[in-house]
C-alpha cells in the first residue's frame, strides 16, 4: 500500500515537471510577418541565424515572389475566376471568364518565379476554348500585368 502511494506521488512529481516545462511556450504568439509575401528590400539576409526550434515552427519567409507582380496579376485578371493560387510556388491558375467587353472566353496560368521585378520572373500562359492564344495576346497580358505592378511599387514608395 505504502509502495504505491510513494510510486503515484513520484508519476505525479514528474508529470508536473513536464507540465512545468511546458510554461515557455505560453506566450507564443501568431506571427504576422509569416503570412506577407516579402520582396526587393523587405526580404531578410540568408545568412540570419535560428535555432534548432525553427524547423518546428516553419519558415518565416519561404515566398519567392515578388508581391508587386502577385497583386497586379490579381488585379488585371479580375475578371477570371480564380481556381488555385500558392503564393509559396508562385503559381496562379484560373478558370474561364471573357474579358469585359469581351465576346471569347480566356483562362490563364501565371507563373511568378522570381522576387524581382522584371519581365524575366513573370510568365502567362492563355488559353480559350479553342485552343493556346497567339503570342501578341499572351505579351499585351504580361505588358499589363508589369505596367501595373510598377504602378503599384511607385505607390507603395509614397507611403
Same mark, same amino acid.
Given at each position: 500500500? /505504502? ?19 511546458? @510554461? !515557455? %511556450? +505560453? ?8 503570412? @506577407? ?17 525553427? !524547423? %518546428?515552427?516553419?519558415?518565416?519567409? /519561404? ?15 479580375? %475578371? ?7 503564393? %509559396?510556388?508562385?503559381?496562379?491558375? /484560373? ?13 490563364? /496560368? ?25 503570342? !501578341? ?13 510598377? +504602378?503599384?511599387?511607385? +505607390?507603395?514608395?509614397?507611403?
Amino acid at each position: 500500500m /505504502t509502495h504505491s502511494r510513494i510510486t503515484l506521488a513520484a508519476a505525479a512529481a514528474a508529470a508536473l515537471a513536464i507540465l512545468g516545462g511546458c @510554461s !515557455a %511556450f +505560453q506566450n507564443a504568439k501568431l506571427d504576422p510577418d509569416a503570412t @506577407s509575401v516579402k520582396s526587393g528590400r523587405e526580404a531578410r539576409p540568408s545568412a540570419e541565424q535560428g535555432s534548432i526550434l525553427d !524547423a %518546428f515552427r516553419g519558415a518565416k519567409d /519561404t515566398t519567392k515572389v515578388n508581391r508587386f507582380l502577385w497583386t497586379a496579376s490579381l488585379q488585371v485578371l479580375d %475578371f477570371l475566376p480564380v481556381e488555385a493560387a500558392d503564393p %509559396f510556388t508562385g503559381v496562379i491558375s /484560373t478558370g474561364y471568364g471573357t474579358p469585359p467587353g469581351g465576346g471569347q472566353a480566356y483562362r490563364a /496560368t501565371i507563373l511568378i518565379s522570381d522576387p524581382a521585378l522584371d519581365a524575366r520572373a513573370l510568365n502567362v500562359a492563355l488559353q480559350s476554348r479553342r485552343g493556346p492564344v497567339d503570342a !501578341a495576346t499572351e505579351r499585351a497580358v504580361e505588358d499589363a500585368i508589369l505596367n501595373r505592378a510598377r +504602378q503599384l511599387r511607385i +505607390q507603395a514608395a509614397r507611403f
